[in-house]
């Protein structure tokens, strides 16, 4: 087992930069090194129509205008730049924001620094499959609502949100709709505007491209939205966000852009038989149950949660092995239990008991069987060591005990 190479079902944190992607980028690193803000020569020239035809790239995956493209250093930053720019810029009309407390925290801790300034903010909870109850949303949305902030996809569930529905209720209010769609472009179609989505964030490094690039999708036109820049200096991307252009991160953010308009649906067809696969594996052994609405989810996602087995434990008996998360990246250094899992009604002890499985473009069959091995016997090894298992195994109520205090 040792010479096995490890297995990566981690997707969701990041993803292998595509080949192709960094072919594309290498030659914007020392022979094509210009800025592309330096208008007076060539090599200046030569990466500002790198910028361009990149931006082109992403527009075409997303179905939008290329200027309505703002590249930045990732989506934490598309977040705050759409929350803390459209605050500031609407103001006059309000200070209400809506959100579901199964957001980001690139989301939640934004709301957070926004109450702080004197924003007003609604953490929408969810249902038990994670998706938001329409008729919520809606009784939310008062007269000094400027924005609802909806994720697309869940970093942690997969579950996809009814984006197009909510967006129907933020046209009939008049407000503005943004969306976390990180875990979605790349993946899964994402048209905001034929959707409804006025300002959408997402990343390179989500969708086989390189970390330290993302970007802001801003609707020009019905409605024209602003953002105030949230970074100040030389006025580039419209004036939205200053800064010198990561020249070859954005170059392999637009390849990766146009290998996802190109192979997405192939990719994820492949890739969400792989994750029923290992799905349908794991669920033959006892007492697990699926995390999130399995109707609408993303193809690549599973959370499983393995009862009577602690999650952190569990990945300690096969992270040599096989690469999975019990929870977010971002958060994963406290032993928290998911708050995600927790928003969704899980009990403390379930949540606790959770393994995220994302899939990618180069996991094959091969990782599948091997991953299925590896955490089943996990499982197994983890029951038989646990009091708790045994007590259920012999049919006591766990529920009805009362653990002594000490």
């Known amino acids: ?4 190479r490890l297995i990566y079902l981690d997707n969701n944190a990041t993803t292998p930069c595509d080949p192709r992607v960094v072919d594309a980028m290498v030659p914007y690193f020392y022979e094509k ?32 205008e290329d200027k309505e493209i703002i590249f930045t250093s990732g989506a934490t930053e598309s977040n705050n730049l759409a929350l803390k720019g459209v605050f500031e810029m609407y103001a006059r009309k309000g200070n209400h924001i809506i959100t579901l407390e199964t957001e980001h925290k690139a989301i939640l801790d934004t709301c957070k620094h926004l109450e702080k300034a004197g924003a007003e903010i609604t953490y929408l909870k969810v249902k038990e499959d994670g998706l938001v109850d329409l008729a919520d949303l809606e009784a939310a949305i008062k007269p000094t609502t400027i924005l609802v902030t909806v994720m697309w996809a869940n970093n942690e569930t997969g579950v996809i949100q009814p984006m197009r529905e909510i967006a129907q209720i933020c046209e009939k209010h008049g407000v ?20 409804g989505i006025h300002l959408m964030s997402f990343t390179a490094h989500k969708m086989y491209g390189p970390k330290g690039v993302g970007g802001l999708y801003v609707s020009r036109k019905n409605p024209r939205v602003k953002v105030t ?8 991307e419209r004036g939205m966000r200053s800064g010198t252009l990561n020249v070859p991160g954005i170059v392999g953010f637009g390849k990766a852009a146009e290998i996802a308009k190109n192979e997405m649906q192939q990719d994820a067809e492949r890739i969400s038989r792989l994750r029923d696969k290992l799905q349908n594996a794991l ?11 399995v109707d609408s989810r993303m193809p690549h996602v599973t959370n499983i949660s393995f009862k009577h087995v602690e999650g ?24 928290e239990p998911s708050y995600v899992l927790v928003a969704m009604g899980l009990g403390d002890d379930l ?13 094959t069959e091969e990782d599948v069987d091997f991953a299925v091995k590896v955490v089943a016997e996990g499982v197994n090894h983890m029951r038989e060591l646990s009091p708790i298992w045994e007590m259920y195994k012999d049919g006591v109520d766990l529920t009805k005990i009362e653990w002594s205090a000490h």
């Open 351 to 363: 949540a606790h008991s959770s393994i995220r499985f994302s899939l990618g473009r180069f996991t």
């Open 33 to 64: 090194h210009g800025n592309a803000a330096s208008r007076s020569h060539q090599f200046g020239w030569e990466a500002e129509d790198a910028v361009d035809y990149a931006r082109e790239q992403i527009a075409a995956l997303l179905e939008v």
């Open 283 to 293: 669920m033959q052994l006892e007492e697990t149950k699926i995390n999130g609405n």
């Open 229 to 236: 820049a949230q970074m100040d200096g030389g006025g580039h």
């Open 176 to 195: 503005l709709f943004h969306s976390d769609a990180t875990q979605a472009v790349g993946k899964i179609p994402t048209h905001p505007r034929e959707i």
């Open 1 to 4: 087992m040792s010479q096995h």
């Open 312 to 335: 952190e434990g569990l990945m300690m008996t096969f992270n040599q092995h096989v690469a999975v998360s019990s929870g977010s990246a971002c958060t994963s250094a406290s032993l």
